[in-house]
């Protein structure tokens, strides 16, 4: 499978590791906004660095990888997903509803969405199916620095309430939150709960689904990702096994 990769950080440049030498992932093309930033890639990793888009969009790939950002990704996913299907990694795009109307029109090729720093997410699609899921609730729990500006020596919820608000007050770690609401209720209908704590040393999210099927409650402890502490470590684990998965024929669930 030839992938085409748009931006080259922390999470691009570890799918550019980890494929080199893969046997069925073959990263071809990088684009990027400057090149002579990222010249160096095509001798170290034998790709094509662009920086003309569209020369990026009709060079030879199966499916587009988006590393960059939300706001990037904005601008450019309209028009990838007219002519190459796509993986998101920047899922908190979606909360914007305008974009994920536009991405959703007939005639546009496949959005792929990779689950990220959570997990369980096809036990929420499997109870959603025939109206078997009634209620979603994210619990979210990292260290007070990253969420309020203050010290606390307690424990804090700063945010209590639908995902769609969490998303409008903290749009920069809610994104597990928008992931969790498409592959469930929806952002109206998805609870949240986002706990500061000044003893916590890593994020952990808590998922809690009931309805028609039953009950389930997992727990994610996620470690940050070496080459980029801001990112989780299984958030890139699971952009390089979703691309790994599609390139199978054995399909599991």
Do not use: P
């Given at each position: 499978m030839k992938i085409g990769l748009i931006g080259a950080?922390?999470?691009?440049?570890?799918?550019?590791?980890h494929a080199e030498g893969h046997s069925d992932?073959?990263?071809?093309?990088?684009?990027?906004?400057?090149?002579?930033?990222?010249?160096?890639?095509?001798?170290?990793?034998?790709?094509?660095?662009?920086?003309?888009?569209?020369a990026f969009?009709?060079?030879?790939?199966?499916?587009?990888v988006e590393a960059a950002n939300v706001e990037t990704s904005k601008i450019l996913l309209p028009e990838v997903i007219k002519v190459k299907d796509?993986?998101?990694?920047s899922i908190g795009a979606l909360a914007d509803e305008a974009l994920l109307k536009a991405v959703s029109k007939a005639g546009s090729k496949t959005l792929h969405l990779p689950s990220g720093a959570i997990g369980g997410l096809d036990l929420v699609q499997n109870a959603k199916a025939l109206g078997n899921l009634e209620s979603v609730t994210l619990t979210t729990r990292k260290p007070a620095a990253s969420l309020v500006s203050q010290p606390i020596t307690n424990e804090t919820i700063?945010?209590?309430?639908?995902?769609?608000?969490?998303?409008?007050?903290?749009p920069k770690n809610m994104n597990v939150s928008i992931i969790l609401s498409l592959a469930g209720l929806g952002i109206d209908r998805t609870k949240v709960v986002l706990i500061a704590d000044p003893e916590a040393s890593k994020n952990t999210h808590t998922i809690n689904v009931?309805?028609?099927?039953?009950?389930?409650?997992?727990t994610i402890s996620n470690q940050p990702l070496p080459e980029n502490p801001k990112t989780s470590a299984l958030a890139a684990l699971s952009v390089f096994a979703a691309l790994e998965r599609m390139a199978t024929n054995i399909k599991i669930g």
């Open positions: 950080g922390a999470i691009g440049q570890y799918l550019l590791k992932l073959n990263i071809t093309s990088v684009f990027v906004r400057n090149y002579d930033k990222y010249q160096h890639l095509e001798d170290q990793f034998d790709v094509e660095v662009f920086t003309d888009f569209k969009l009709n060079a030879e790939t199966d499916i587009i796509v993986m998101l990694i700063v945010f209590e309430g639908k995902a769609k608000d969490a998303i409008d007050k903290f009931s309805g028609g099927f039953g009950d389930a409650e997992f």
